[in-house]
């Protein structure tokens, strides 16, 4: 079954840095998007970063400066580094994965594959 594990949450105290890995594991055929979403308590879901299989970003426009993306693409893994958090990081975090991947005898193309999330507490 083809599916994201998260990883990393936890607390952490203000102007500490975390990182958050994220594995793809199943039967892929390809991955094309990797990213991060937070779910900060009281708002929608909202889009932290982005990065293609080349390399290129795509940061939302409040946590550009502090977040930053990576992906292993042998090993089927992102990351997501967030340096001097902030209490108001405190959320639930979840990779996401744009993919097609192959049950047997049928592909499932351009998929939207979501983790369970992982939870940040941004506290002293």
């Known amino acids: ?4 594990v ?5 607390l952490v105290q203000p102007g500490g840095s975390l ?3 994220c594995a793809v594991s199943g039967i892929i055929y390809i991955i ?6 937070r779910q900060i308590p009281g708002n929608q879901r ?4 982005t990065i293609t299989p ?7 426009e409040s946590v550009k400066a502090r977040f930053t993306i990576s992906r292993d693409n042998a090993n089927k893994t992102v990351a997501l580094q967030i340096h001097s958090v902030k209490p108001e990081d405190t959320a639930v975090y979840f990779c996401h994965a ?5 049950t047997g005898n049928h592909y499932y193309r351009d998929q939207d594959l979501w983790g369970q999330g992982t939870q940040v507490i941004v506290s002293s």
């Not at 998260?6 to 936890?10: I, K, L, Q």
């Not at 094309?32 to 979403?37: A, I, P």
């Not at 080349?54 to 940061?59: K, L």
């Open 19 to 21: 990182r958050l890995p």
């Open 32 to 37: 094309y998007d990797l990213g991060w979403y």
């Open 1 to 4: 079954q083809v599916q994201l």
């Open 98 to 102: 744009d993919l097609t991947y192959y």
């Open 6 to 10: 998260e990883s990393g949450g936890g």
């Open 54 to 60: 080349e390399g290129a970003t795509n940061y939302g």
């Open 46 to 49: 909202e889009l932290v970063v």
